[in-house]
């Protein structure tokens, strides 16, 4: 699936938070609601390029911690990341990988189950201090709030 893009807010994946300041005003617009463990995200649609079904991945041994594997999607290779949980933690056949860009460098994020694309509007994404000097960009989704993950930020 090819997805539309747009700005980023960087993230870290494994806190929900970055540092930042608090000005800077997230926006709303078209995201996609994803699950990742027990977790409900959003990842904003201009981050994704597109959704795959998971495959194998080539194993790179201990040269880091973080990153699950490599993809070798098209003849383009892909480093693939966990969005929640270890990064040795097997893949299951029901896991997407969800297709980004930091600069010129792919990269993909493994997760559960994508739910839906929505729309949220600007007044319903906001930036907030959440302690210890970061910052993390919410959404709201009905009666739920969601954290806004950028892939890039596990680069």
């Known amino acids: 699936m090819a997805l539309g893009a747009e700005d ?12 930042a300041p608090a000005a800077e005003a997230p926006g709303g617009g ?11 995200l959003l ?4 981050d994704v390029s597109e959704v795959v ?4 991945l080539t194993d790179i041994g201990n040269l880091s911690s973080d990153c699950r594997g490599m993809l070798n999607l098209r003849g383009e290779m892909i480093p693939i990341f ?25 990269l993909g994020l493994v997760v559960d189950d994508v739910v839906d694309v929505v729309v949220i509007p600007d007044e319903q994404v906001a930036l907030r201090r959440i302690g210890g000097g970061k910052v993390g960009t919410f959404g ?5 709030v969601l954290p806004v993950l950028d892939p890039s930020s596990v680069l």
């Open 8 to 19: 980023s807010v960087d993230l870290d994946l494994r806190r929900g938070a970055r540092s």
């Open 82 to 106: 966990a969005v929640e949980g270890p990064a040795d933690a097997g893949l299951e056949l029901h896991q997407l990988i969800l297709v980004a860009r930091c600069g010129d460098e792919p």
């Open 140 to 144: 709201r989704l009905g009666d739920a």
């Open 53 to 56: 079904p998971v495959m194998t």
């Open 30 to 40: 078209h995201f996609i609601h994803i699950r990742a463990r027990a977790r409900e």
């Open 43 to 46: 990842v904003r649609i201009r």
